[in-house]
């Protein structure tokens, strides 16, 4: 933990996301599992909507766009499917589990802290990358607000690889799933009531349907 204090608490030169890779390193030490080099690329060709290049705007819509914006910014032709890799380990390891967890640490310290020192431009950064990937994740969702019922399955579902489906979530969706399981919540259970309710339900079939086809079958 004193690493990670440490690494909020030193200024950065600008306020934004790219900050992330190199504050999470700091925090981690050994323990970071990405690269420092194309991390700070990484985060924001797949957080970002678009950036400028020169007075252009370039949207970044799609994998192409995102691998076209890493060759760009790195100016090393690499295989596309090794830039796919990437993104996917970086997306799904050091996002998920070293840069979101240590987001969410130094939001809480401000929360509970308010007077707590941060570092020049390191709350700024927190705050943009939560509300970025918030957004990327869950859409409108406001994962904050929900039950902590409706957490669990959110997280059950993210923890079996339905992170494309969490930003089509609604409350109605959720009381459904819910509908459906006993006092556990478990991964299983919650799979077990999407299956049941692909069959079932009456307003998002539709929607269960289709998870079944891209997750579990």
């Given amino acids: 933990m004193k690493e990670i204090l440490a690494a909020l608490k ?44 020169g007075t252009q705007k370039e949207f970044l819509n799609n994998f192409g766009d995102r691998i076209a914006y890493l060759k760009k910014k790195t ?35 401000k929360t509970k802290c308010p007077n707590w020192k941060f570092g020049a431009n390191v709350i700024e950064s927190l705050e943009e990358c939560k509300s970025k990937y918030y957004t990327k994740t869950y859409g409108g969702l406001n994962v904050d607000e929900l039950s902590d019922s409706h957490k669990l399955i959110v997280g059950a579902m993210k923890d079996y690889g339905m992170v494309g489906a969490l930003k089509n ?49």
């Fill in 169 to 217: 979530l609604n409350g109605e969706i959720l009381d459904e799933i819910q509908s459906r399981l006993n006092v556990r919540y478990s991964t299983t259970d919650v799979l077990r009531a999407i299956n049941y309710l692909a069959q079932n339900s009456q307003k998002y079939r539709d929607f269960y349907v289709d998870l079944k086809k891209k997750y579990m079958i």
């Fill in 75 to 109: 100016n090393v032709e690499t295989d596309n499917t090794e830039i796919i890799n990437h993104y996917m380990q970086f997306i799904y390891s050091t996002l998920e589990y070293c840069i979101m967890p240590l987001v969410n640490i130094g939001i809480e310290i």
């Fill in 10 to 53: 030193k200024d950065r030169k600008y306020p934004g996301i790219s900050n992330l890779p190199f504050i999470a390193n700091e925090a981690y030490k050994n323990d970071y599992n990405g690269t420092l080099g194309i991390d700070k690329f990484l985060i924001t060709g797949y957080l970002q909507n678009f950036y400028m290049d």
